[in-house]
């Protein structure tokens, strides 16, 4: 089927998303919690766009292709949104990031750099809920780090089928969660998926912090 995106021509394939169609294109469409090996989280809405005849702006990674739809990724109204989204976010990690090892590689710290958002927003108070820290021999879990964009409870679920973890509540009150802490096995799948170190592997933990003394 025909679709546009920015006024671009696009053959789309039925039952796929804007935000498949569009990265089979290269055209850019900023994403936090979504990756290919997982099912559509759509939890961090960074990556809204715009769809002709639709009220409001729609999630481009669980927003299937519909024929002639015409689609815009980067309008002013789509930057203020992920700005906003974005500041929402720094609530509960702020960008220092001289002590993290994903510094300069960070999903968050480049999308805040590209938006130019520095802090949240000055109208905005508080802290996202916090859950205890959480640890196993190999892994570490820092809910000071976490934005609960649910990579990794959906690929503790999906990949392993352990379902340690779970996303609690919504907006700025979600928070990440272990709810079956028994059935933990360390495998590291979580970790692997976290894209802002709010789950580390412990002995790289300690290396980390050798080097950094």
């Keep these: 089927m025909k679709i546009k995106i920015n006024d671009k021509n696009i053959e789309a394939r039925e039952g796929e998303t804007i935000l498949s169609a ?10 936090l919690c979504y990756m ?3 099912l559509p989280i759509g939890s961090c809405r960074l990556c809204v766009v715009e769809v002709e005849g639709f009220d409001n702006p729609v999630a481009a990674c669980k927003t ?13 109204k789509l930057r203020d949104m992920r700005k906003e989204i974005l ?6 990690h702020p960008l220092e990031c001289d002590d993290c090892e994903l510094k300069g590689v960070c999903t968050l ?8 958002v520095t802090a949240p927003p ?20 820092k809910p000071y780090r976490c ?15 352990r379902g340690v973890l779970a996303l609690r509540g919504e907006g700025i009150n979600a928070a990440m969660e272990v709810v079956n802490e028994d059935r933990c096995i ?19 933990e300690e290396i980390y912090k050798l080097d950094r003394s």
């Design 36 to 38: 290919e090996k997982l």
């Design 64 to 76: 299937p292709v519909t024929a002639e739809m015409k689609v815009s990724t980067d309008t002013p």
């Design 147 to 161: 934005v609960a964009c649910g990579r990794c409870v959906s690929a503790c679920q999906e990949v392993v089928g």
């Design 22 to 31: 569009a990265r089979r294109e290269k055209i850019y469409i900023p994403t």
């Design 186 to 204: 360390s495998c590291g799948e979580c970790l692997s998926v976290c894209p802002v170190a709010a789950l580390a592997d412990a002995g790289m």
């Design 122 to 141: 000055a109208a905005i108070s508080g802290n996202r809920p916090r859950t205890a820290e959480f640890s196993t021999p190999a892994i570490i879990y």
């Design 109 to 116: 710290e480049l999308l805040a750099k590209e938006y130019g």
């Design 87 to 92: 500041g929402f976010m720094l609530m509960t």
